[in-house]
């Protein structure tokens, strides 16, 4: 796959996660099981997501269209978080929240718990991708709820909320410490695999 054609993959995938998310700020509740449809998506149609991918890197290439698939993640998060300005319900004061949940957490603890979001994503992408069984997509439909009612941050997903934020909680200390650790954490995550289990049979 070329770059260009793993970026526009990528914007889409940001864009499934972000409708996941946009579902999520209107009931957590529901929404945390809602969820699932955007990694649903993501697998159904081999969409390119950092967090679907990041546990499959073989070689220092992978780790460049890594970089891009988080770019246009990003940018397809920034799509559905632009249209969400258009909803009438109050998904900016649930988005702040999640983001001053996490700032209080501090960005060194959030970074380690996204590690068990990394870990829940890499286990559910593997599951799913290996047959069409419906016993095969069950990680991937108790992971997502499991890593929200953890706790746990989704770096994509974050990335959402975060852009349907006000920009000026973008000034926070440790923001942009708290995002990169988030991505860092979920990064080890979904290698995590690698310490305990032969790769051959993933």
């Known amino acids: 796959m070329s770059r260009f054609n793993i970026f526009r ?9 972000g409708v996941a998310g946009f579902g999520y700020l209107v009931d957590a509740k529901i929404g945390m099981f ?10 159904h149609y081999k969409l390119k997501l950092f967090t679907g991918t990041a ?3 073989e070689k220092k290439s992978d780790l460049v269209d890594l970089l891009i698939i988080l770019g246009g993640n990003v940018i397809g998060c920034l799509l559905v978080a632009l249209l969400s300005r258009c909803s009438a319900l109050d998904l900016q004061s649930a ?5 001053e949940k996490r700032l209080s957490n501090g960005w060194w603890r959030s970074a380690l718990l996204s590690i068990g979001c990394g870990f829940l994503m890499t286990t559910a992408v593997t599951f799913a991708r290996k047959s069409k069984e ?3 997509w069950l990680p991937l439909l108790f992971g997502v709820p499991m890593f929200i009612f953890c706790g746990f941050p989704h ?11 006000s920009p000026s909680c973008w000034a926070q200390a440790d923001f942009w410490l708290l995002y990169g650790g988030i991505i860092v954490g979920n990064f080890i995550g979904c290698n995590l695999y690698r310490l305990f289990v032969d790769r051959k049979t993933v």
């Open 95 to 99: 988005a702040e929240q999640v983001l």
């Open 134 to 136: 419906f016993a095969d």
């Open 155 to 165: 770096c994509i997903a974050d990335s959402f909320y975060y852009l349907c934020c």
């Open 55 to 57: 546990g499959f890197v």
């Open 9 to 17: 993959s990528a914007i889409f995938a940001g864009v499934s996660i």
């Open 34 to 43: 809602l969820f699932a449809f955007g990694l649903a998506t993501v697998v």
